[in-house]
């Protein structure tokens, strides 16, 4: 066998626009003035089956007019980004509980708390400034947990580390909140005042005992029994969860059953509690905030009520249309049936994010245009009618972006740009006046200044004062006050008029798994990221290092054993949809019968090849977390350094 070429690719910043007549034609570089014409073209003549794709990456002040082209210039709400692959569960799960789909505490709480549990989030490597906060807190005296089926290094500074098994997280949630009730450690007073469906979550819960959930979870009875009466006794409790969590096909279902242990405990709405869903993309937080998906207008307001219909009709001179728009799942499923033809993709790279990206690659060739806006020549960008070459949002730009804790901070442009690239705000620009909406941004702070005067959680937040506070959290209704750190203290108001609506316990079951292993595929993979490498891989190809050592399947050291296979052997890795070849590493994070691997690689390795589309109904993520494969020695060992 071939020895293959394992230099991970690396890729070059786009510098020109990139134009084409045909599909099988190679780009040739292009005027602005030309590239433009034609992506407003391919775009113009599609206007009734048009989908957006906003840049998660990119700042707040973009997101807003994005969103805006799309509902003013397109007049659709098909508009969304990558946090439909990622936290969408979350924030469906947080608004079902709360009514807003923030995280609802700080990090400066994190420092100042007595328990913190990290649940499905391998922080110390995919948050490492947030988990310096952890740190801190654990200097100050805080217990941390981790829930995680793979021994990460961040539960490697846990106080008990919980290896469940992928995809019952719902069990091990229920039988600590059955725990807390049975000891007598509920919070009954929070759960009269705040909450409602108690007696029915009793009800749910009350067949979770320690030990079936030991042996649906594999986490030993004993460990549960400590963690539920850890948070439960807390005074102060932070509950952190990420994609271990969302990323399932019953994705919300699992942040309802989280959500619930902090109605139980009253640990929600007080300085030093909260729920953290830890974002992915520096700006998906705040894409969403402003509007870049297709149920909410800027500062998440929703798009079915007709009063803030009317207020952005007349702020933008314009019609809305009165229903959801499709999130990213759902066009392309709109792909497939051709009710979707055109795609203005910025700054996402869905050819190879998506899960089963034969199919997704396969549908984004079927449409009749895409345009892609970007700072690198992508997979997804390889298939496009136009390239627009982009600044990037982070060092070439100015603008805000909103982190994890809700607080939006100002960002710089201090590089400049290569080649002829071009403020994503002033591309989208040139192409609403080529399709007739002639508007005019000074700068980013126009911009900003024009959705505070739509979003009332922004109201407060000048540029002036972000500077002066060093960023402000939302909600920031007043010019001239600060809101607490956390959110829904109202939840705690003795005087029933100013508590609001309750909190609904989330009656959820457990639902194993879609792809299930069996003789034929008996290992479940697991994909996620490593330290030294980001998502796609595009932005994080650029640098030689000796930690960046391409893809490979990570294997328990039995799973190693019992294949015969050692480090840097290469193995065939098969699911129901796909196959990839890819080098073993062995790992004892890892227990027999659990692989890993991520999507950092796809030019070598196309781990999403393998994954699910198996979506949740409510958020449209798909379970990224659990495929069932089987692996295969190949019959001539191939050994790489
Ligand atoms: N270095 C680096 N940092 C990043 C990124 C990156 O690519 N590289 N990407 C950013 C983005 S977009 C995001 S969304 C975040 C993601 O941040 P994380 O969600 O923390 O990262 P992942 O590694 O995808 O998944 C977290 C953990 O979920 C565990 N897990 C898998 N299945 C289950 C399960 O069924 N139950 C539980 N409880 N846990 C499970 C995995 O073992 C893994 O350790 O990271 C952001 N930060
Ligand atoms: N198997 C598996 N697949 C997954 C996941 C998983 O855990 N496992 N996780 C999912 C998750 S959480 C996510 S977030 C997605 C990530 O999926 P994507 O968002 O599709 O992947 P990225 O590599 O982050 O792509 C971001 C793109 O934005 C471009 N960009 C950066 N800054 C700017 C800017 O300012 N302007 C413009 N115009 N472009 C810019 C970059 O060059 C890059 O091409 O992957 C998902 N896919
Ligand atoms: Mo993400």
């Known amino acids: 066998m071939r020895k293959r070429d394992r230099t991970p690719k690396t890729y070059t910043r786009l510098t020109h626009p990139l134009v084409r007549d045909s599909r099988d034609e190679p780009f040739r570089q292009a005027t602005w003035e030309e590239a433009l014409d034609r992506a407003a073209r391919g775009l113009g003549r599609n206007r009734d089956a048009f989908g957006m794709f906003s840049c998660a990456r990119a700042t707040n002040e973009m997101n807003y007019v994005a969103q805006k082209f799309a509902r003013v210039v397109m007049g659709t709400n098909n508009v969304d980004s990558c946090n ?100 007598g450690l509920a919070n009954e007073a929070f759960i009269e005042r705040a909450t409602s469906g108690f007696e029915e979550y009793k009800a749910l819960v009350e067949p979770w005992t320690l030990s079936l959930a ?40 699992n942040v309802r059953a989280l959500i619930n242990l902090s109605l139980l405990t009253g640990h929600v709405g007080r300085y030093g509690s909260g729920l953290q869903p830890l974002r992915g993309q520096n700006n998906v937080q705040g894409g969403g905030d402003m509007g870049a998906i297709p149920n909410r207008l800027p500062g998440f307001q929703d798009i079915l009520d007709p009063d803030t219909r009317l207020k952005f009709e007349s702020a933008w001179d314009t019609v809305i249309q009165p229903h959801y728009g499709l999130n990213l799942t759902e066009m392309f499923e709109a792909m497939e049936d051709g009710s979707l033809k055109a795609v203005y993709c910025i700054g996402e790279n869905p050819a190879q994010s998506e899960a089963d990206s034969e199919q997704a690659v396969r549908r984004l060739k079927a449409l009749d245009f895409l345009v892609v806006q970007d700072i690198f020549l992508t997979k997804t960008a390889e298939l496009a009618d136009v390239v627009l070459p982009a600044t990037a949002g982070w060092a070439e730009t100015d603008g805000t972006t909103t982190n994890s804790e809700r607080r939006v901070q100002r960002v710089r442009k201090a590089v400049t740009p290569p080649g002829e690239a071009r403020e994503d705000i002033d591309i989208i620009c040139d192409l609403a006046a080529r399709l007739g909406h002639d508007w005019k941004y000074a700068d980013a702070e126009t911009v900003w200044n024009e959705l505070r005067s739509v979003s009332p959680d922004h109201y407060g937040m000048t540029y002036e004062r972000l500077e002066e506070h060093q960023g402000i959290q939302w909600p920031c209704p007043s010019t001239d006050a600060i809101e607490p750190t956390y959110l829904h203290g109202r939840l705690w108001e003795t005087d029933p008029s100013r508590r609001g609506p309750l909190a609904p316990f989330g009656l959820v079951q457990h639902d194993p798994p879609v792809d299930l292993t069996d003789d034929r595929y008996p290992i479940r993979l697991t994909t996620g990221r490593r330290l030294d490498s980001y998502n796609t891989g595009v932005q994080s190809g650029g640098y ?30 098969s699911s129901r949809r796909g196959a990839v070849t890819a080098p073993v590493w062995v790992d004892t994070a890892l227990r027999p019968g659990l692989a890993f691997m991520t999507m950092h690689f796809p030019d ?38």
């Open 544 to 573: 030689a290092s000796p930690l960046r050592r391409g893809e490979f399947i990570e294997l328990s050291p039995e799973d190693a054993e019992r294949y015969g296979v050692v480090v840097g052997e290469h193995v065939q890795v």
């Open 84 to 183: 439909r692959t990622c936290h969408a569960p979350s924030v469906a799960g947080l608004s079902a509980a709360f009514g807003s789909g923030g995280g609802t505490s700080s990090y400066e709480e994190i420092e100042h708390t007595d328990v913190i549990v990290m649940w499905g989030s391998n922080a110390r490597f995919a948050h490492p400034i947030f988990f310096q906060h952890v740190l801190k807190g654990i200097r100050n005296g805080a217990r941390m947990y981790a829930v995680d089926p793979r021994r990460t290094s961040t539960a490697e500074w846990a106080e008990s580390w919980m290896g469940l098994n992928v995809g019952t997280d719902i069990p091990m949630a229920h039988a600590i909140g059955r725990e807390i009730i049975l000891a």
């Open 604 to 641: 070598e390795v196309d781990t999403n090849a393998l994954t699910i589309e198996a979506n949740c109904p409510i958020a449209g993520t798909a379970e990224f977390k659990a495929s069932a494969i089987r692996i295969e020695k190949l019959p001539i060992a191939t050994i790489v350094g």
């Open 214 to 253: 030991e042996k649906v979870t594999g986490v030993p009875a004993a460990a549960i029994r400590e963690l539920a009466h850890a948070y439960a006794r807390a005074e102060r409790a932070q509950l952190c969860w990420t994609l271990g969590i969302t990323e399932h096909h019953n994705g919300t279902d």
